[in-house]
């Protein structure tokens, strides 16, 4: 990270900023042809931290992760436009965590709900849910098992 002084490697302060975000970047990459997607997502922290999503189980995020399943995701928070008298003054304060990982489809039932959970978790909701079993049939869950994180500040 060429500013220093902006970045965040505190874990707890990483996961504040996952905790705050609303949507997850994450990129795709086939060949030299990168493809960014916009996803609801829920994190699981501890040793084996993993971010997961639920998506249809066609399309061209599906097929791309079949030719190649590492990815870099993005997430931010906390925007605030700041102003000035000239263009150049302007800025913004955001906070932000940018990581890199593996994404597999995840076939498990049992793991499938653990992962609906945790994105349900993430959006507000404190208990495990129900799941309607045709709908469950035709949704995929992902995980993005995370190898690394930084955060950064302005």
């Known amino acids: 990270m060429r500013r220093k002084e902006r ?16 949507v ?3 990129a795709f990459a086939d060949n030299n042809t990168p493809y960014i997607v916009v996803m ?3 994190y699981s922290g501890g040793a084996g931290k993993c971010l997961y999503f639920h998506c249809a189980g066609e399309g061209k995020k599906i097929d791309m ?3 190649n399943n590492y990815v870099c995701f993005e997430m931010d928070t906390g925007h605030k436009i700041l102003t000035g008298r000239d263009g150049c003054d302007w800025g913004m304060n955001y906070s932000s965590v ?6 597999t489809v995840v076939t498990d ?6 992962g609906l959970n945790y994105i349900m ?3 507000g909701g404190d208990q495990d849910f129900n799941y309607n ?10 995980r993005l098992d995370i190898e690394e994180m930084t955060g950064k500040r302005k």
């Open 24 to 26: 997850c970047r994450i």
């Open 121 to 123: 978790k993430h959006y």
């Open 98 to 103: 940018v990581g890199f990982g593996n994404i």
């Open 133 to 142: 079993e045709k709908v469950l049939a035709v949704t995929t869950v992902l």
């Open 40 to 42: 609801n997502f829920g």
């Open 7 to 22: 970045q965040i490697s505190d874990i707890k302060e990483i996961e504040l900023i996952i905790s705050q975000s609303d």
């Open 109 to 114: 039932e049992k793991d499938r709900i653990t």
């Open 65 to 67: 992760l079949r030719k």
